[in-house]
């Protein structure tokens, strides 16, 4: 498999950063849709979220560079992002897509919430026929990889989440949450988990606003609360204690004029603002206003850090998982390399045999049933001891990090590269949605 992955995350990047290259769910469908028809694309995912942005392509050959599709895509220069992104190729890049779905190289190792958004994104990516057969079976083995760790280490059994993290931040500085309201701006997954930990520590009302108000709706019923629609947000948002922000705004929706009229409506009551948008939905301004406390994505990956020591040992037990999982994996892609070239061989040599019985079953005339026979496993045994070698060769090949040059060399020499190129030909038209056939459906 020829494998690229480019990104850019919370490890490698700032929020100001990480959002000039976020994509938004909105969009997410149709970008993946781009990245598959780029030339040098076969198969391609894109995994956007808070805190990573990533590229993932089977590429159509070994010299293409997922940089041409991200400079075509955003319109800019890639140098002022080079020393942010980072990039995998082949058993890298299949490591990283397993640690990414177990979890492992989240702001908070364990947590849930990856697993969904990877999964949400690979069953983007195959709506828009984006993801057939290599990446289908990467990323159906990265989710089996995850339910192992889950399964067999106790790395996600800490309650130790952005979620939990906002509940703490914002006891200390209220005091307690009893009685305190929360207002949601955006009806996402990650600001109703927050949401949820809030009430749940004795905040006593929620509000909801989300431009699509019927989600308002259904988010506040979960939680007995209120929708408001979008329009009026600022007409109500004073009357939260605590305002916990997730859209997909490519602007702030808060500035600094926005918190000075909320402290004036409050009387200088304090508001905590927890801004899990990336893009960011809070102007870092608002944090200069006395009364008013901001803390994005990245404060809480801070905070975070200093309670995730105890999963040390556990998150080494599922780095041998992956570690083993991701030598499984090629393992298992090579046997399947090795498959066609046994076929096409075997395939070969009987044409071959056919057509000499054929020419010269004029010349030994009739012949009785017996004879038949006997030509027949004549040539049949000395077909299988020429395959023996090759095909013995080949099944070695497979468990060899050097198989390509292997599976070549056999393709060269029994001259079965036409009819292989030929169906490489059909796959690659069939991923690109060329072709009749179409990836495994949902």
Do not use: W
Not at 400 to 426: G, Q, W, Y
Request: aromatic content about 6%.
């Amino acid at each position: 498999m020829k494998l690229q992955l480019i990104g850019i995350n919370h490890k490698t990047a700032p929020v100001e950063v990480r959002e000039r290259l976020a994509i938004p769910e909105s969009r997410l469908a149709e970008a993946c849709k781009k990245l598959a028809e780029h030339p040098a694309v076969a198969e391609g995912m894109i995994v956007s979220t808070c805190n990573r942005v990533e590229f993932i392509a089977h590429m159509q050959n070994g010299s293409g560079d997922l940089r041409e599709f991200l400079r075509e895509y955003f319109e800019v220069d890639l140098g002022q992002f080079e020393s942010h992104l980072y990039e995998f190729r082949e058993d890298e890049a299949v490591r990283h897509v397993f640690r990414v779905a177990a979890s492992l190289d989240s702001m908070v190792v364990g947590e849930p919430q990856i697993l969904g958004q990877v999964k949400e994104a690979y069953a983007t990516a195959r709506a828009v026929g984006a993801v057939s057969a290599q990446l289908d079976q990467l990323l159906t083995r990265a989710f089996a990889v995850a339910k192992r760790v889950r399964t067999e280490t106790a790395v996600g059994s800490s309650s130790v989440s952005i979620a939990s993290v906002a509940v703490e931040l914002a006891e200390k500085i209220f005091g307690n949450l009893n009685g305190k309201s929360v207002y949601l701006v955006g009806a996402g997954k990650m600001s109703e988990l927050a949401a949820r930990h809030l009430l749940a520590h004795g905040a006593a009302s929620l509000f909801v606003a989300n431009r699509t108000y019927d989600r308002a709706i259904r988010m506040a019923q979960k939680f007995n609360g209120q929708a408001i629609e979008f329009s009026r947000l600022y007409d109500t948002c004073d009357r939260a204690d605590i305002v916990i922000t997730s859209t997909g705004s490519p602007h702030f929706i808060f500035r600094r004029e926005h918190g000075e009229k909320l402290m004036a409506l409050r009387r200088n009551k304090p508001m905590f603002f927890i801004d899990i948008a990336v893009p960011r939905d809070v102007d870092p301004e608002m944090n200069k206003l006395d009364g008013i406390f901001v803390y994005d994505i990245d404060d809480l990956q801070q905070a975070v850090s200093s309670h995730v020591s105890d999963r040390k040992k556990e998150a080494e037990k599922a780095e041998a998982i992956v570690n083993d999982e991701v030598e499984k994996f090629q393992a298992r892609l090579q046997a399947l390399d090795v498959v066609p070239t046994i076929v096409s061989l075997q395939d070969h040599l009987e044409t071959i045999r056919q057509a000499e019985i054929d020419r010269v079953r004029g010349r030994l005339g009739s012949m009785t049933t017996d004879q038949e026979l006997a030509v027949e496993a004549l040539t049949r045994g000395i077909v299988n001891k020429i395959m023996h070698t090759p095909i013995s060769t080949l099944k070695t090949a497979a468990r060899d990090p050097e198989s390509t040059t292997v599976i070549d060399l056999v393709r060269r020499l029994f001259n079965l590269h036409n009819k292989d190129e030929e169906k490489e030909s059909a796959v690659s038209k069939s991923i690109r949605g060329q072709g009749p056939e179409k990836g495994p459906e949902d």
